[in-house]
């Protein structure tokens, strides 16, 4: 949930991106495919980042929320056990595992996400857009609160209203990228450990709950589904499409199924992480799918995403594009990890490539439409001093975007730089 002011106006001007954009996708395609093929696939482990950046965005959040979490992971695995009376006490110690997450696991999953969607998502692009945050509320998730959590901000001047759908979708936006996080992890080491599946079934589905499960009657998605209709001056958009998309989003998620048989695993056999399968095409090659959608400011978005890993090399190409509803557009995406270059630097590279209709957004006072075509390069860098008995490391995220929308960066165009240490506490706190 979020406050905010109500639209401004629609000035229009149009700006065509430069045509070397088309050379610069293929460049950085070909890149990747060389990048898989070429790379020495020898290690898959988790990195997770204590990470800065100037603008405190989503995937600021997302990377030290889901530090923390890892945190937690490992000092739950320490000091809590797994059975509070004797082993032959099989059905005691079920009920005491159960009861440990439902008191202190999901609330503890619940307020995460909640932080992240509130302060990393409307905070963010609040701050983007010259604002401050002035209160944030967080709470317990139901039964223990039935209050909601929200951020308020300064009222936000001069902004386009197609800037302020951003606005409105930002916290589904930010769990999203929170989710992706998580989404990584559980495929780069084939296993889901139960706090992380807590906090995916919230992240991955903030979205899909709003619009399946009755919230899409208020908050965000109401607002944005009234708005979205009022800036096209069509009532195409409806509650009944969005749910037809929430409910696919979660069908067609493999791991949203994995997530509950975590949990479970947890709670009847105190079993801390589940295997995560993949579809096998060779002894090598293996394959796993993700259906999702997402709200943009051009409507809604259907996105096909498709995980493959050689050995222990993951990869991934995605396509998305919009549902027809008011216009079409796409966008392509790709990404490789942990490319092992010489020990002991790692590379992470991302990119993606889109066209997009018209897009007003707001720079240093100027309204600018960044129509057309448009492109994000990212690369993260890693430098490993240590890796047993768990891994510690520096890293340093470097890349440039055009303008245009692209979840988890900014409006326009220019650098990205992100910074800071990649861990992983297993092995280290024994």
Known sequence: MCVYSEFG????????????????????????????????????QVRYHLLYEQDLGEHFGAENLLAINHAWSKL???????????????????????????????PFAFVLPSLQHEYFGHGYR???????????????PPPFQLETPNVRYRPILDRTEQEQLVMTVAGTEANAIFSKKIHRNALLSEKLDYHDALLYLYANNDLNSYVTFGRGLGGDVNTYL?????????????TKKLFSYGFLSILLDPVNYYAFQSIFNYGWQAQAKTRVPFIRFSQKL?????????????????HYENYFKYKAQLFSLAFAHSDGTFQKYWRFSGQIWN?????????????????????????????????????????????????????????????YKTGGFMEGERLGQGL?????LSFNLDGSLK
Do not use: C
Not at 130 to 135: A, D, F, K, M
Not at 341 to 351: F, K, Q, V
Not at 416 to 420: D, H, K, M, P, S
């Open 9 to 44: 106006w629609r000035p229009a001007v149009g700006l065509q991106p430069s045509s070397h954009l088309h050379l610069m996708n293929k460049q950085f395609l070909f890149s990747l495919i060389a990048l898989f093929f070429l790379s020495q696939p020898l290690w898959g």
């Open 76 to 106: 739950d695995e320490r000091y809590l056990p797994k059975h509070l009376f004797s082993e032959d006490k099989e059905w005691t110690n079920r009920a005491y595992r159960f009861a440990k997450l439902l008191f202190i696991d999901y």
């Open 126 to 140: 609040a701050r983007q857009y010259g604002s401050q945050v002035t209160e944030l509320k967080l709470t317990l």
């Open 339 to 399: 490319v092992k270059l010489a020990n002991p630097l790692y590379l992470t590279a991302r990119g993606q490539f889109w066209k997009q209709p018209e897009f007003l957004i707001t720079d240093d006072g100027q309204v600018t439409d960044e129509q057309g075509t448009g492109a994000a390069v990212i690369t993260t860098l890693y430098y490993d001093w240590q890796r047993e008995p768990g891994l510690l490391g520096l890293m340093v995220e470097v890349g």
């Open 286 to 302: 293996s394959y796993l799918p993700k259906f999702r959608f997402s709200l943009s400011p051009f409507g809604p978005e259907l």
């Open 416 to 420: 990205i730089l992100r910074g800071g």
């Open 226 to 238: 009234n708005n979205t209709n009022t800036y096209y001056q069509q009532d195409e958009l409806t």
